[in-house]
């Protein structure tokens, strides 16, 4: 309990020093760009649910990060990078996307346009919660010219349900006494995971691709 209150004292002193905007910021673009510039598609876990998570936590062990901040913002990233997908995907259409990676990478994309066809309106909210469809399905949702009011309202109910609730997730699970005492532990786990899993994905399709 000791070094877990050194802990959050160092924290807040971080956080205080570099700004907890800086913080926001952070999570924001990444949440973003996992969509909206198809980051996702070679850091999938640290733009996606591990971050948001780790980002929950750190914002119920620290006194200068506000999680209402957070997760409009959260929201709002998730909500105009899948815009920006969608936008991409209907001006730029299948060739956009044959560009994107090697053969791993398009084997993601083409698994993404199937699951597309068979859910529809539903594959953009649940697709949030699967890695290699959430940063393919608002470019082929614009591909597939999907109603742009429908996509709107999907593309609302999944960053809502995905954004917000899983930093609210980690949000809460950090404020159970049982787990503040490691949550910094679970944070840096996801976090350094993420990085791991994200280079090797990475480095996987680097080689496809030569």
Sequence with gaps: ?????????????????????????????????GTGLFVGAFIPFITGDSLLFAAGIIAATS????????????????FFGDQV??????????????RRGGPKIQAAIAKTESFYKKYGWWSVV????????????????????????KFLTSNFTGAVAWGIGITLVGYYAASNPAVKSVAYFIAAFFITASIIAGFRTWRADRKARN
């Design 126 to 149: 649940i697709a949030r919660f699967m890695p290699w469809a959430r940063v393919f399905i608002p470019a082929i949702a614009g591909i597939g010219n999907m109603n742009y009011y």
């Design 85 to 98: 997908g969608f936008i991409l995907g209907r001006h730029y259409g299948r060739p956009y996307l044959t």
């Design 63 to 78: 006194s200068s990060v506000d999680v209402q901040v957070l997760v409009i913002g959260v929201g709002l990233a998730a």
């Design 1 to 33: 309990m000791v070094y877990a209150a050194a802990l959050d004292g160092n924290l807040n002193d971080l956080l205080n020093d570099t700004g907890a905007i800086v913080f926001y910021l952070v999570v924001w673009g990444l949440v973003f760009v």
